[in-house]
């Protein structure tokens, strides 16, 4: 059991915090690997168009998704302190109960869904010849909700007893699985934009399996039906850490979508390059992620075990090592991005050097500023670990006021290129509010 959990109360919190995220780096980078090459291989085989498609759908899959992501972390938190305070019933009780929300909360969002998903693309103003491609993927990806909640839960009690490694290779083998379906779904039985979905669902798939598996052989997770038990204390409980996170997300995602609404009226091959760079979003996120992770885990576990003063400690360590890791991604990005971005796009020669032209410009800014981004996580996640989930709701509605009103008055200023700022916006604002939140939750903690 050792090996499958651990412990965050004692030892350098700047070590433990590392040793924690830089498995989660690596999965994350599994993750987007494959979602890269989807991208990759409908952008190079496909085309432009199906490029295109893929980016009109992006933030609608984000939404869905952003919902059973949110939820599914919200109800992490409780289990982290439980297991800090070595609380072994409530600590079954907890993610037995998370299984059931979980379950509940992934049949309704399939269900509505695919109810409402043809009206929001045509809301969003898609382009004609790209509206189908989009609809035929938001479909099949949606059909994956339970699988993808699944994972999503599973992983996170096994982030939350600080188990960050079977998440990794859970990844490590949908990445594989995925990489291999896709060529042959796509490059090999021409199914096109279909092929590439059903490779995602089909990996994130045996992602959860793995994750079950691991799960299944800790003890002190042996549940039985007393722990299935209705409670609605327990369930009010984790339902009011969850749903603010997912609201949060939910939030996030509209306002995402509105600049999608402003890209889709610029045509499809602005729409191309915006999408070939919000596919290097994740790369350029996935350090800060890990390190959110990292650190509402580490401090749920010492709140949960009354350890205050290494919250403190822990939360400095993980802001110093995250705005040093963004900068370096951000050099990284600067010199190699575009290299990276022609891997997206194929096409007519005069085509392909306008997408990529506006992809490393929207990539440049990015990584210029990415460093607000990275503060972001680290702030909001301590605040998430404290047990607070409305603040960073809070961040959310900021971000969202931030993005949708660079989004609509930029462009109108300057041109198509105030678009690529809508999002550095949304940065900046939520950092703001979560940074002086924490400093100031900190300070009442200690007293």
Request: charged share 10%.
């Amino acid at each position: 059991m050792a090996s499958k959990v651990k412990n965050m109360t004692s030892g350098s919190p700047g070590k433990l915090i590392m040793a924690f995220a830089v498995p989660l780096m690596l999965g994350n980078i599994f993750q987007q690997l494959y979602t890269m090459v989807d991208t990759m291989v409908v952008g190079q085989i496909v085309g432009v168009e199906a490029l295109a498609a893929l980016g009109a759908a992006d933030w609608l899959v984000w939404l869905v998704l952003g919902l059973a992501s949110g939820m599914t972390q919200g109800f992490s938190i409780l289990v982290s302190q439980y297991y800090g305070a070595d609380n072994l019933e409530k600590l079954r009780k907890a993610v037995a109960l998370s299984y059931v929300l979980t379950g509940i909360l992934a049949v309704v969002v399939l269900t509505v869904s695919q109810l409402v998903v043809h009206r929001v693309m045509l809301f969003l103003n898609t382009p004609a010849d790209i509206i189908d491609m989009s609809m035929l993927y938001l479909r099949i990806v949606f059909c994956g909700i339970p699988i993808i909640a699944a994972y999503n839960i599973l992983a996170a009690v096994l982030r939350a007893m600080g188990n960050s490694r079977s998440p990794l290779t859970a990844m490590i083998v949908a990445a594989l699985i995925n990489v291999c379906l896709d060529l042959l779904f796509v490059a090999v039985l021409g199914w096109g934009i279909a092929g590439a979905a059903a490779a995602t669902v089909i990996a994130q798939g045996f992602s959860a399996v793995y994750c079950f598996g691991v799960l299944r052989k800790l003890d002190i997770l042996s549940l039985t039906k007393k722990d299935f038990r209705p409670d609605a204390g327990l369930s009010g409980r984790l339902l009011q850490l969850g749903a603010p996170i997912a609201v949060q997300n939910m939030i996030i995602s509209i306002g995402g979508l509105v600049v999608q609404y402003v890209v889709n009226g610029f045509g499809f091959l602005f729409v191309a390059g915006f999408t070939a760079t919000n596919k290097l979003y994740g790369l350029l996120e996935l350090a800060a992620i890990s390190y959110g992770y990292a650190i509402t885990t580490y401090v749920g576990q010492n709140l949960g075990a009354g350890e205050i003063r290494r919250i403190k400690k822990g939360i400095t360590s993980g802001t110093v090592m995250a705005v040093i890791t963004s900068l370096a991604v951000g050099i990284i990005m600067v010199i190699a991005g575009r290299s990276i971005l022609s891997l997206f796009v194929s096409g007519e020669p005069e085509q392909v050097t306008q997408v990529l032209n506006i992809a490393y410009k929207y990539l440049f800014i990015m990584s210029a500023c990415l460093w607000v981004l990275y503060l972001l996580y680290v702030y909001r996640s301590a605040i998430q670990g404290l047990g607070n989930t409305v603040i960073p709701l809070i961040s959310g509605i900021v971000e969202f006021m931030m993005r949708i009103g660079a989004a609509l008055l930029l462009p109108r200023w300057i041109g198509q290129n105030g678009i690529f700022y809508a999002e550095i916006s949304a940065w900046t604002g939520a950092a703001v509010l979560l940074g002086v939140s924490c400093f100031s939750m900190m300070r009442r903690t200690a007293n």
